[in-house]
């Protein structure tokens, strides 16, 4: 079983990973914002951009879900690429003593089969819901608690684009060995390196349970 710290860390990972599905919530309900505004008010894309109007009329734009739900999760993205960067942070800064050298002795890069997988089980499911009804609603928090579940169970915190585009680390399935060890030990690896960085000498990692992380810097 997990511990608090690394669960928690786990958790902001999983909420991470959804961020490509919270920007289409949020386009999506940006248009529909329009729309409904557009129909009652007869506004123009100049309105939008008239600061003065927009603060004199914000109580008429937040009487539609549509408005909260875009505000909500433009928010939540802010605050998890937040909690990421600090996390992140806090782990390259780790001490030594909980950290330890391994030889990389294959490698094999992993982010296209995962990128197949994330789109599959994390936004085709969710993309048709619409969260303004209570039906949508109740089929998303179904889906994401179902799907989180699985996520945090079996540790598959590596499938997440947003570590690869924003924060540059990259998943391999790599054979490694250890020191004073004859065993070659098999995991998930994320590391800013590329494949042949991987395999020049011994990196310092940390992790377990079948996902490390790579402390060296990129040179």
Known sequence: MLNKKKLKANIILLLSAYIPLYLTIIVQNSFSLWDKLNAKYDITFGDFLDFRKIKSNIGEVFTFP??????????FILLLFGLIFLMLTNTYRTNSSLSYEIKVVNVEDKNHEYLTSYIAVYILPFITLNLTTYSGLAQFIILFL???????KYE????????NIFFRLNAYDVHYEVEDN?????TVLLSKKDNEGLTKGKIRV??????????????
């Open 66 to 75: 549509e408005a909260w739900i875009t505000s909500i999760f433009i928010a």
């Open 146 to 152: 179902f799907i989180g579940y699985i996520y945090l």
């Open 156 to 163: 598959m915190i590596y499938i997440n684009p947003i570590l």
């Open 182 to 186: 004859d065993k070659t030990y098999n």
């Open 206 to 219: 940390k992790g377990s349970n079948g996902i490390l992380i790579d402390l060296d810097k990129v040179k």
